[in-house]
Nanobody, 117 residues
Framework: QVRVVESGGGLVQPGGSLRLSCAAS????????LGWYRQAPGKQRELVAS???????NYGASVKGRFTISRDSAKNTVYLQMKSLKPEDTAVYYC???????????WGQGTQVTISS
């Protein structure tokens, strides 16, 4: 099994910054990618950013240039640095681990990010 736990959400004013963390535990060796997804009320869950075990990154179109995904392999943690935040970035942000032991991967519980003045 793999467990991922998000932290770092909160309320931020438009234009502000926030950093989310996702700590993975369990069968770490089975993880080949970690990603951030978000889901706003009434909308489908969408990819925000992902990073593979090789370090390849991928970003959703709406966050390119504003968000940066990075990892600390020693801590089994992935970070999402978010800048120039907009009200439309408001959503629950979920961490997802793509794993060789589970086709659907593993999801965290989510952390709320609210952008509002």
């Amino acid at each position: 099994q793999v467990r991922v736990v998000e932290s770092g959400g909160g309320l931020v004013q438009p234009g502000g910054s926030l950093r989310l963390s996702c700590a993975a535990s369990g069968n770490i060796a089975s993880i080949y990618a970690l990603g951030w997804y978000r889901q706003a009320p009434g909308k489908q869950r969408e990819l925000v950013a992902s990073i593979t075990s090789a370090g390849k990154t991928n970003y959703g179109a709406s966050v390119k240039g504003r968000f940066t995904i990075s990892r600390d392999s020693a801590k089994n943690t992935v970070y999402l640095q978010m800048k120039s935040l907009k009200p439309e970035d408001t959503a629950v942000y979920y961490c997802h681990a793509s794993s060789t032991i589970e086709d659907l991967g593993f999801w965290g519980q989510g952390t709320q990010v609210t952008i509002s003045s």
